[in-house]
């Protein structure tokens, strides 16, 4: 296992030939993917087949693989629930975004300031996250995320458990932040929907390989526009029948 | 379907808004006055002759009694040797049992050696240890601190462990994805998340500290809270021995009073 820091590339984050057992259990095979600054990438599959694997493995969070990781600077992670240290409050958990950093404390106060006033939430940086609603506190976890300006974003079914109205709007903002920052995104979701409207690219992982990968040719269209066929598409891969 | 104005109507009308107000303040009125009738009943008992003296003295002669042993300073002395006694205990066992608990939550090896030795001493009434502390540290200061301390340990050191293994272990994933030192990891998770659960072991140490007190200074105590009832049964002053057993129900509920204010603000963020 090696890695190794690229700055001068466009790759955000690369993952080649990653292989990873449980005991007996192959979990991995030879998992190749790459994720360029400013590219969104999907990675979608069923419950169990190692998305969230290649995830972890992304992020640093996997000691025991083989074959190479390759990131640009700290890569930041959100999840699927927001995972807040309830008994601080919202700024300062943003201010944990920055622990890599080692910014004097005023530098990261008006830093974590500045993500919050991003993501919507300047009025709610006083308060304990116990007090906010499910979509505002994925926005901190996002700002969270986004305070140490990651090149590369990884998103682990950031907005399954939020309401479909709440969720839409989440996707809105994501795609803002992503516009006006750049970085790029390794998005795991089990949505369709949400893999064709968002990514550049969807790569489908089926008991721990990438089976197929789809390059969207106009991604992000406005609403109505036809993606009927990348969605039949990404389903029959999938395994499930319309 | 149609509701009969007559059962629709006790929905919309309210009953009398002074009622209302007035039923919670009545409780609490009366669960106010309750003890002062018993009192007053006691006191009314004793003045007509019908609660004999040298049993129950009345209530009047007991605040005497403690007023008397305020001026004279004898209680101030014994306040000050019994909470020392306590104080000394409760550092003593309380950094012993938070320092075991937390090493042996954090660490499967702590827990497989530790554990079971202390399991094993938990097993023991710790206040039929006397006799053998005697023994062991004669009859001064130090045998009645570290029963105290043997006493304390153990409520916290079982609290804290279960407090450190209940720990929610996505936020210390959360924290190796930020980058947290040991430190910080111990600092921002794992000190706020076990702090309630420790401050419930404060509240029985205290407990048990007061209690352990109490029976270690039944025995050869020269100075003390404890001395001054033993002394007052020698000369059958049962208004002073009630006395002293108030003193040590008072400072029984006021530490608790205090650690439930430490509670409160452990989990001011759940408000």
Same mark, same amino acid.
Request: aromatic share 6%; proline share 5%.
């Given at each position: ?13 690369? *993952? ?49 693989? $083989? ?31 920055? !622990? ?46 986004? %305070? ?43 949505? %369709? ?21 789809? !390059? ?17 598409? *990404? ?8 | 379907? $149609? ?39 006691? @006191? ?47 550092? *003593? ?43 062991? #540290? ?8 570290? *029963? ?12 804290? #462990? ?13 924290? =190796?994805?930020?980058?947290?030192? #040991? ?20 509240? @029985? ?6 209690? $352990?007190?109490?029976?270690?200074? =039944? ?53």
């Amino acid at each position: 296992m090696t890695i190794v820091s690229e700055r001068r590339t466009t790759i955000a984050g690369e *993952l080649r030939h990653v292989n990873k057992w449980y005991d007996d259990h192959h979990v991995l095979t030879d998992v190749s993917l790459q994720v360029e600054r400013g590219q969104i990438v999907a990675l979608i599959g069923r419950s169990g087949s190692g998305k969230s694997t290649v995830l972890r493995v992304l992020a640093g969070l996997s000691t025991d693989h $083989t074959g190479d990781r390759v990131v640009s600077g700290a890569p930041a992670l959100a999840f699927q629930e927001p995972r807040l240290f309830p008994w601080r409050d919202v700024r300062t958990n943003v201010v944990y975004g920055l !622990t890599r950093s080692r910014l004097p404390r005023s530098e990261a106060r008006a830093r974590a300031d500045r993500a919050l006033a991003d993501v919507g939430l300047t009025d709610r940086a006083d308060v304990w996250p116990l007090t906010l609603s499910g979509g505002q506190a994925q926005r901190v976890s996002l700002a969270r995320a986004l %305070v140490a300006e990651p090149e590369l974003l990884l998103l682990d079914e950031p907005f399954g458990a939020l309401d479909a109205l709440t969720r839409l709007s989440m996707r809105g903002l994501l795609l803002d932040l992503w516009r006006e920052h750049g970085f790029g995104v390794l998005l795991v979701t089990h949505d %369709v929907d949400e893999a064709v409207a968002l990514a550049d690219r969807v790569l489908v992982l089926e008991a721990g390989r990438v089976v197929h990968t789809l !390059t969207i040719d106009e991604p992000r269209q406005s609403p109505g526009a036809p993606t009927e066929q990348y969605r039949t598409e *990404l389903l029959d891969k999938l395994g499930v029948q319309i | 379907m $149609t509701i009969p104005a007559e059962l629709a109507s006790p929905l919309a009308s309210t009953t009398p808004a002074p009622n209302r107000r007035w039923a919670p303040r009545k409780w609490g009125l009366i669960r106010l006055l309750s003890p002062l009738i018993l009192l007053g009943v006691w @006191q009314l008992g004793s003045a007509l002759g019908l609660i004999p003296q040298d049993v129950l003295p009345a209530p009047s002669l007991i605040i005497e009694a403690g007023i008397q042993l305020i001026e004279n300073g004898q209680l101030a002395d014994a306040l000050q040797v019994s909470g020392i006694r306590v104080v000394e205990g409760l550092l *003593l066992g309380g950094i012993l049992g938070v320092v075991l608990g937390t090493t042996v939550g954090l660490s499967r090896w702590f827990e497989a050696t530790v554990d079971p030795p202390m399991q094993m001493i938990r097993a023991l009434p710790h206040l039929g240890l006397i006799p053998l502390f005697i023994l062991w #540290f004669g009859i001064g200061e130090l045998p009645k601190v570290l *029963l105290v301390a043997l006493g304390v340990s153990f409520p916290l050191y079982l609290n804290t #462990f279960s407090a450190i293994r209940q720990v929610d272990p996505k936020l210390f994933e959360t924290a =190796q994805v930020l980058g947290f030192s #040991f430190w910080q990891r111990f600092r921002t998770i794992i000190v706020p998340s076990a702090a309630p659960q420790v401050l419930v072991g404060v509240r @029985q140490s205290l407990a048990i500290a007061w209690l $352990t007190l109490i029976v270690a200074e =039944q025995i050869n105590a020269d100075k003390g809270i404890g001395f001054l009832i033993n002394n007052a049964r020698d000369f059958l002053r049962i208004d002073i021995i009630i006395f002293g057993l108030i003193v040590y129900a008072l400072l029984g509920i006021g530490t608790d009073a205090i650690v439930r204010a430490l509670e409160r603000r452990a989990l001011r963020y759940r408000s």
